[in-house]
């Protein structure tokens, strides 16, 4: 009998918390959380993130802390198993739970942390800025430069602020899972209309007029509770037109990073859709699970989403013939290079783990290939390394497997990251930008309107990046003086 204990906290999750918990992959995928990042957290007198060389030698006990979504637990637990045997020193607790975040928050402001955690940066406790905030995650990059493995993630991934949160070339999050998330459409509806997919919004939008004379709208998505799924189209398309540095400045809350053409040339089609009369007609009332149905109805022909979208609608009623396939958001002109969105899916430890030792070599052993294969046919989620093709083909479905097709393609730049990490503060910035993209759908707002305020509310993150930065440079003098 295995050692492992396994523990499960049976809280059942409130019906709006099931709705943002999207995917029946159990990831949270796109949930707005704050930029509020330092909200609720433990302070600490340490100003520097732990750091620990992985041995190899490890033994007690390894707490592991994960969100308990689709996922479900019996697959955590069969790798906690598979680690004992290759470590018969160590025991491994499993505990999960659908609100992991806000059950951790508490037990680590009370000095209890676990020794692994899983949990999206996307999830709407927002426990992995917080973390980062409060410089209490633990320094992982003698993991990736162990044996070359920083080399055999896809590259991109380990850029930006999620990874590297303080601009000093250190990792402090771990990718386990990623999803190439697109505008998905019927390929079968496409395929008996004789239907191009379009290269560029010209060919979208001409499509579309195609479309209208059956009465299928151009665009839908969940604006009732999940507008940032609009992030599939918006984010890759400001790197199409402008290139990636546009999206980095943006995510860095550079000066004038929303006034820029590109992102002006991006908003400029999602006016065109409310001007045209393309979105589908009660959208803007729609959840993604009702958005979703009436897209596999053929009532849309695009929608933005992930992967996920084939597991979570699997019962669902469709269009007779129904085939999911999926495109990066078209360019805006044919010379430019197509940009495609990748979101992941994070892992870390605290620095206030008993056990860092083994819980470096659990994250490890999660990126060995019979792991990483076990993972994929558990979770139909994918592996963010360079030979997920190689590892995941025939263990996920035909949908998930395209997708990555997609993005893996040498004809795709790879975007992916988020916005950097403030001290608390009540601006929301992810949540107003798309709640704005929402509001020039429904010609409440123009394109000038959103981009001014989206560009006042960056300049005053920017003011507390740049305050924080301040006061943790005074610690530091402080520290060395003593």
């Not at 995650?137 to 590297?164: A, N």
């Amino acid at each position: 009998m295995s050692k492992v204990k396994r523990v499960l906290t049976a809280l059942l999750a409130a019906s709006v918390a099931a709705t943002m918990a999207v995917g029946a992959t159990g990831c949270e995928k796109v949930d707005d959380a704050s930029s509020a990042a330092g909200t609720g957290t433990a302070s600490t007198d340490s100003t520097e993130s732990g750091s620990g060389e992985s041995t190899g030698d490890i033994s007690g006990e390894l707490k592991l802390a994960v969100f308990q979504g689709g996922y479900g637990l019996d697959i955590w637990n069969q790798i906690a198993d598979e680690f004992e045997a290759e470590h018969p020193d160590v025991t491994v607790t499993v505990t999960g739970d659908t609100d992991i975040g806000n059950v951790l928050r508490p037990q680590i402001i009370n000095g209890d942390a676990p020794d692994f955690i899983y949990l999206a940066s996307t999830n709407p406790s927002g426990l992995l800025q917080s973390l980062e905030t409060d410089h209490l995650v633990m320094d992982l990059t003698d993991i990736f430069e162990e044996d070359g493995l920083k080399d055999k993630i896809i590259d991109g991934v380990l850029d930006g602020p999620t990874y590297q949160p303080y601009g000093d070339g250190k990792i402090y999050a771990a990718p386990l899972f990623f999803s190439v998330n697109g505008m998905w459409y019927d390929s079968n509806l496409f395929e008996k209309n004789s239907w191009e997919v379009p290269e560029t919004w010209d060919d979208a939008f001409a499509l579309a007029d195609q479309a209208k004379e059956q009465g299928i709208a151009m665009y839908t998505y969940a604006a009732a509770n999940a507008p940032a799924y609009n992030e599939s189209v918006i984010w890759p398309m400001i790197a199409t037109i402008g290139g990636k540095d546009k999206l980095d400045a943006i995510f860095n809350y550079e000066e004038g990073a929303w006034n820029d053409p590109a992102v002006t040339e991006t908003l400029n089609i999602f006016q065109q859709m409310h001007d045209g009369g393309y979105l589908l007609e009660g959208t803007m009332g729609m959840t993604h699970t009702q958005s979703q149905q009436q897209w596999l109805q053929d009532k849309a022909l695009f929608i933005p989403n992930g992967a996920w979208i084939q597991n979570e609608m699997a019962d669902s009623p469709r269009a007779d013939g129904f085939q999911f396939g999926v495109m990066a958001a078209p360019k805006t002109d044919a010379s430019q290079q197509q940009a495609i969105w990748f979101q992941t899916e994070e892992m870390y430890i605290p620095t206030d783990a008993e056990n860092p030792e083994a819980a470096k070599e659990f994250i490890k052993f999660l990126y060995t290939d019979d792991i990483v294969k076990e993972m994929a046919e558990a979770t139909n989620a994918l592996p963010p390394l360079k030979n997920c093709l190689e590892l995941v083909d025939g263990l996920v479905d035909d949908a998930t497997y395209a997708s990555a097709e997609l993005g893996l393609s040498d004809d795709m730049v790879q975007v992916s990251g988020g916005f950097a990490n403030t001290s608390a503060t009540d601006i929301t910035i992810r949540s107003d930008f798309f709640q704005g993209v929402g509001s020039i759908l429904n010609g409440d707002m123009t394109v000038a309107d959103l981009q001014a305020q989206m560009e006042q509310e960056s300049q005053e993150l920017a003011q507390l990046v740049t305050a924080q930065q301040g006061l943790e440079e005074g610690a530091s003098s402080e520290e060395a003086a003593e």
